[in-house]
């Protein structure tokens, strides 16, 4: 019987989701011409909104952001291809319970506006590295965590972005991955060289509207083909191939799919873990990520900043309904398809044999849209890919010149700076598109679980390192080194046991050590950040104390300190004028330097070439003349917030935080 199906079958799937793509309509393709337009537009657009010939300029965009595009950005930023290609899929596989990853960080970038950020703000810094330099000194934590960070981004974020995008591409459009993702990178890397951090958040602004207007058009279109709200309860349970191993619980939905926190041992999302073991990693992520924490960095102030938090907060809020739903119904709809239990007959239908869940939202997208509003569809996909390749580039950008090159090279202008910045974010264009055959070829089951499970590993150790550094003055320099290096090192032992012993197939035995069976990845994520912490306080303990002087201004109890015009490093503190502009504070000699253009030093006219190229590069020339310094004495990393103003933030504090508290008690 199986013989006689399985062809039959896989042949309409293939053909199903082959012919489709292939034909695209002329309303698809200007829906798609007009999408990239209005964003070249508005990359444009924003290369006249901020200066983008200085350090501030292009890296934080001048510290001029409003909490709107701030918010926005941190969205976009946050959800890319690889979020509606793998919650879906992961909704399909194993039902809500993925979207309490999406209630957590509703919830820890609430932290990053309220606790994280007025640390940074008054520590004056411009990357995450950068501030570990200032808070223990040294230089092999700052350079370490660098070159970890870019590590993280090029191999994990990229990829996952990559291999989502390049699976939409495949299902949706049937277009060369190869020639598709060139296309889209050379565009995001265009105005992400050009532009700096202002055109990134501008672009994420226009981005993030898109996106949620696709997406909600394709859950109105979803809930009205599969019947309605109480349709997905009855539905999902019965969404059961027909071809499934004997014998097995293969392709059978999970009896807890509409419940978040499971079983404690059993299950795949267990509620310790939920609860503990993912919001140490989440906090790492929005709390001390370059990608995150930079946007938020570009706030004109710290109200601005908790505004953006809050409107990223309440934006957390729509992934369940655009996203999770919308998986769970493409398996009520596709069930031999999205849901296949057969190694062979996945193999058929996706190339995958572990599994087709990852497939969900494309099907939806080539399966229920009419045409026009698939092509609005294939702009969102693409805006969620560069959303959140835009952000990487410009902020891995950031990390290498400011952290790693500015301290291979001490006396680097800020013309060199700039150009440095620049020519890195080609680089990783590049490495971008040769890693694709890698990521193709490591792809697992479940895209948004695999990566949730390496950030379990790696992670946590960094997170308590800077909550140790925020919250804790006695923390030193050897002990958050220390804590580092053996928390890594035990979480990279248990993500190469996982790459060697991997989770079976449902009708596998489970033959891995107790030490991965039993230990679920959540679990384990509790387990390294106690470690790290142990380490970090014993080492601490048993060395010297800080200076008063080396957690002024550092720390959530020092923030408040005044200013000092001497200070233990040799760097700069990067603070505002309370006029509004911006100042650097050079803390070798004390004295106070105006941050001008790098073209200053050239004097001469420019050939109308290379002021054509300068111009693209926001790198102009001008006349060189400065204004005289203003006082010491003005200088400030201002914390100051607007009481009205502050208590409406505080009020909105109070009503997302009521509202995660709710969601996860509701679907507990």
């Known amino acids: 019987m199986a013989s006689t199906e399985t062809p039959v079958l896989s042949s309409t799937s293939m053909d199903g989701m082959l012919k489709q793509p292939q034909h695209l309509s002329p309303a698809d393709i200007a829906v798609l011409a007009v999408y990239f337009m209005l964003i070249m537009a508005v990359g444009i657009w924003s290369m006249w909104k901020t200066k983008r010939s200085t350090v501030k300029g292009y890296f934080l965009a001048g510290k001029a952001m409003t909490w709107w595009p701030v918010g926005t950005s941190l969205f976009a930023s946050n959800v890319g291809s690889g979020h509606f290609i793998g919650l879906a899929g992961s909704a399909a596989a194993s039902g809500i319970g993925p979207v309490t990853y999406e209630w957590n960080g509703m919830l820890m970038v609430l932290l990053l506006g309220w606790l994280f950020l007025p640390i940074y703000i008054a520590s004056g810094v411009t990357t995450m590295p950068e501030y570990l330099q200032k808070r223990f000194g040294g230089k092999r934590i700052q350079i370490f965590i660098s070159v970890l960070y870019l590590f993280i981004y090029i191999f994990t974020k990229i990829s996952v972005d990559m291999y989502a995008g390049a699976v939409f591409i495949q299902q949706a459009l049937g277009w060369n991955i190869y020639l598709a993702v060139i296309l889209l990178l050379v565009i995001t890397g265009v105005y992400t060289i050009a532009g700096g951090l202002a055109a990134v958040i501008y672009t994420d602004a226009a981005q993030t509207v898109i996106m949620l207007i696709g997406a909600l058009i394709l859950m109105v279109f979803s809930f009205v083909e599969v019947g309605g709200w109480q349709a997905i309860f009855d539905g999902y349970s019965n969404a059961i191939p027909s071809i499934r191993v004997p014998n097995t619980t293969c392709g059978i939905p999970r009896e807890d799919a509409f419940h978040v926190l499971r079983d404690p041992i059993t299950s795949d999302f267990p509620w ?49 309904f655009i996203m999770v739903l919308p998986g769970m119904i493409s398996r009520i709809l596709y069930p031999d398809e999205v849901g296949c239990a ?28 009419p045409s026009g509003v698939r092509g609005l569809m294939m702009a969102v996909m693409m805006a969620a890919l560069m959303s959140s390749l835009t952000s990487i580039f410009n902020s891995s950008s950031t990390l290498f010149t400011m952290d790693l090159w500015r301290y291979m090279h001490r006396a680097a202008s800020e013309w060199e700076l700039m150009i440095v910045g620049r020519v890195f974010v080609l680089i990783l264009v590049a490495v971008s598109v040769l890693w694709i055959p890698v990521v193709q070829a490591s792809q697992g089951g479940q895209l948004f679980v ?23 003055t006695r923390t030193n320099e050897k002990g958050a080194f220390w804590g580092l290096m053996l928390g890594l090192l035990v979480g990279i032992l248990r993500m190469s046991l996982d790459f060697i012993y991997p989770v079976p197939q449902c009708f596998e035995i489970d033959t891995r050590p107790a030490i991965i069976k039993h230990v679920h990845y959540l679990h384990f994520s509790i387990i390294v950040s106690l470690f790290t912490l142990a380490v970090v306080v014993c080492v601490s303990l048993a060395t010297e104390k800080p200076t008063e002087e080396e957690t002024s201004r550092l720390t959530w109890f020092t923030r408040f300190d005044p200013v000092k015009r001497s200070e233990a490093n040799n760097d700069t503190v990067n603070c505002t004028i309370e006029n509004g502009s911006h100042q650097e504070k050079d803390k070798s000699n004390g004295k106070i330097t105006e941050q001008t253009n790098a073209g200053t030093r050239h004097a001469e006219t420019p050939s109308k070439l290379k002021f054509a190229l300068l111009w693209l590069c926001g790198m102009e020339q001008d006349s060189g003349e400065q204004p005289p310094p203003p006082s010491p004495e003005a200088i400030v990393c201002s914390l100051e917030e607007e009481p009205c103003l502050r208590h409406v933030v505080n009020a909105n504090l109070i009503v997302c935080l009521s509202l995660g508290v709710f969601l996860f008690a509701y679907w507990a």
Do not use: E
Not at 284 to 300: E, F, G, H
Not at 306 to 315: F, M, P, Q, R, V
Not at 348 to 357: A, K, R, T, Y
């Open 272 to 320: 310790p873990g939920v609860l503990l073991g993912m919001s140490i990693p989440s906090i790492w992520y929005w709390c001390s990520d370059q990608v995150i924490v930079q946007r938020s960095l570009a706030a004109k102030n710290l109200l601005h900043a908790k505004g953006g938090s809050l409107l990223t907060s309440y934006l957390k809020l729509l992934p369940f």
């Open 342 to 369: 057969d190694p062979d007959m996945c193999k058929q239908i996706c190339g995958n044999p572990v599994g087709c869940s990852d497939i969900a939202y494309a099907k939806l997208v080539m399966g229920l849209l």
């Open 450 to 472: 695999y990566i949730q499970s390496i950030s379990s590993y790696l992670q946590p150790p960094v997170s308590v390192v800077f909550m140790a550094g925020c919250f804790w």
